[in-house]
């Protein structure tokens, strides 16, 4: 079971360590690419603030976006800013977030995130976890995915699996460990099974196609290494 608790600890602790990495950059850094195509290291800044946000709205019964043109206009406003005002904003947001989280509540209800997907409001935390996780990641400042804690390595893979389970257009897959050890099972039924075999960083990387994709992971002789949809 979801351990709500645990995991806004855990969202404090990530979010601390993502503004005191942030706080070491300077104006000029914010415009540079970061490693998500099309977006600087101020749009994944803006993102995050207003991500946060978003999942106020969430937990308060509100639509999680107003629309996603809406999502897109913000993040662009908001991409430029000096250093100083985005740091204020991932601190405010981020303790807006929170806040929203510490009254009495039924954590095991159902809230409504973008594009009609749901989940339970335990679940929440983690979700907002990954966000800053990830996208400290593709700040493109030093944070790899191998520097991820395992715990959460561990369980983004477990999620991320599940997410591509059941689809047709991925074929079965096993990911293992460097030692050949299973660490997780996803895609669908159809086509030839195909084993990943490498460190976690890299499975994860793979599963949400972040940082080589994959392209260190190795493949039994005669398999391809499957390509993903995008997330």
């Known amino acids: 079971m979801t351990d709500h608790v645990h995991d ?36 994944i800044l803006a993102h995050l603030a207003r991500n946060a946000d978003a999942l106020v709205n969430v937990f308060e019964g509100r639509p999680m976006y107003e629309s996603a043109a809406a999502r897109d206009a913000d993040i662009e406003r908001d991409s430029g800013r000096p250093l100083e005002e ?16 510490e009254p009495a509540q039924d954590w095991q209800r159902t809230v409504e995130l973008r594009n009609g997907v749901t989940d339970l409001a335990a679940n929440v935390p983690f979700r907002r976890l990954v966000e800053v996780e990830l996208h400290h990641v593709d700040l493109n400042i030093g944070y790899e995915l191998s520097d991820l804690p395992e715990e ?12 591509w389970s ?3 257009d991925v074929p079965p897959v096993t990911l293992t460990g460097p030692d050949g050890a299973p660490v997780a099972r996803t895609g669908g039924t159809e086509g030839a099974p195909v084993t990943l075999r490498g460190p976690k960083d890299e499975l994860l990387g793979w599963l949400a196609g972040r940082g080589h994709k994959g392209a260190r992971l190795t493949v039994a002789a005669g398999d391809r290494l499957p390509e993903l949809p995008a997330l």
Not at 13 to 21: D, K, M, S, Y
Not at 88 to 100: E, H, I, K, V
Not at 152 to 157: A, K, L, S
């Open 152 to 163: 959460f390595t561990d369980r983004e893979i477990a999620f991320l699996a599940d997410r």
């Open 86 to 101: 985005h740091l204020t904003d991932l601190r405010d947001s981020g303790a807006r977030f929170l806040a929203t989280t």
């Open 8 to 43: 806004l600890a855990s969202v404090r602790e990530a979010t601390e360590r993502l503004l005191n990495a942030v706080a070491k950059l300077d104006n000029a850094s914010l415009s540079q690419e970061s490693h998500l195509p099309g977006w600087t290291r101020g749009h």
């Open 166 to 168: 059941g689809r047709p």
